[in-house]
């Protein structure tokens, strides 16, 4: 088997190709909830506590000389990455939690034997009755 048609039929396969779809949609819901905490949500936060601006919480390690720029440690940033992660946490728990409860639905469905028609009703109720004499 040539190396290409061997690649072409592992990147045909059903679950890679829905692999590369979540991934590249993860990707675009990861930006939506980004600009969700930082141009909605931490500012109101920010008024709340003062007019803070969360990305500018920083420490600085060495302060600039010249034409070397300040080292920094930004603890802002890193605190809106966080809400960033629990907002996508809590998201996809949600979502799972969601999908479980379908699940869990269409199981009790299917565990649930259908009624016996009619027919099977009478052919049971004949099988008792001639057992009884």
Do not use: C, H
Not at 8 to 36: Q, T, Y
Not at 37 to 43: E, F, H, R, Y
């Amino acid at each position: 088997m040539s190396f290409i048609k061997e690649f072409k039929e592992f990147a045909m396969r059903g679950n890679v190709v829905d692999l590369a779809v979540a991934v590249i949609i993860g990707g675009a819901f990861g930006k939506i909830v980004a600009s969700f905490v930082a141009d909605i949500l931490m500012p109101p936060i920010g008024i709340l506590l003062g007019g803070v601006d969360f990305t500018a919480f920083s420490v600085t390690l060495k302060e600039a000389a010249g034409e070397i720029t300040a080292v920094t440690l930004n603890y802002g940033k890193f605190i809106q990455t966080v809400v960033d992660f629990l907002i996508i946490a809590f998201s996809i728990f949600m979502m799972i939690k969601g999908l479980n409860s379908f699940k869990r639905k269409q199981e009790e469905v299917v565990a649930t034997p259908p009624e016996p028609s009619k027919e099977e009703q009478l052919l049971t109720e004949i099988r008792d009755i001639l057992k009884q004499k």
